[in-house]
């Protein structure tokens, strides 16, 4: 599907709060402003990270002179390129935050060194990695399984 193609029809309006909820909320001002100086919108946003950035990845890959055009453009394609980015760095802190809390678990019954030898990891590294917290600010549903 190409991007920005056409009106959504009524009811099916994505909004920038749902398409931005990896973002910490006082970052979504700026970054909505971004978007929209460049022509983008939620849709358009949502579309890319639903495939994680397949479809830019494919035409930038592909390349040409206008492989950017689908998606807006070039500064558009960078927008874009950089809210994959965010929402893989959300990813990644999310994944941490339950290997903390795993750890946590694994280290009231095992020591740190039989948990680090099953992780594949040194004893001082568990401890570290059990420092994290599972916390109710992260996605709990990636824009895949969404769309």
Known sequence: MMVGMGRQPRGDKVEWA?????????????????????????????EVLSDAGDALYAAALAGGDNWSEPFGGPLAAALLAAEISALAAHLNSRASALRAAAVNVLLDEYSAVTVGAYLGVSRQKV?????????????????WRRA
């Open 127 to 143: 401890y570290e990695i059990g420092r994290g917290e599972i916390t109710n600010s992260y996605l709990e549903q990636t824009p």
């Open 18 to 46: 749902s398409v931005l909820a990896h973002r910490p909320e006082g970052t979504h001002p700026d970054v909505i402003g971004r978007f929209e100086a460049a022509g983008i919108e939620p849709k358009q946003v949502l």
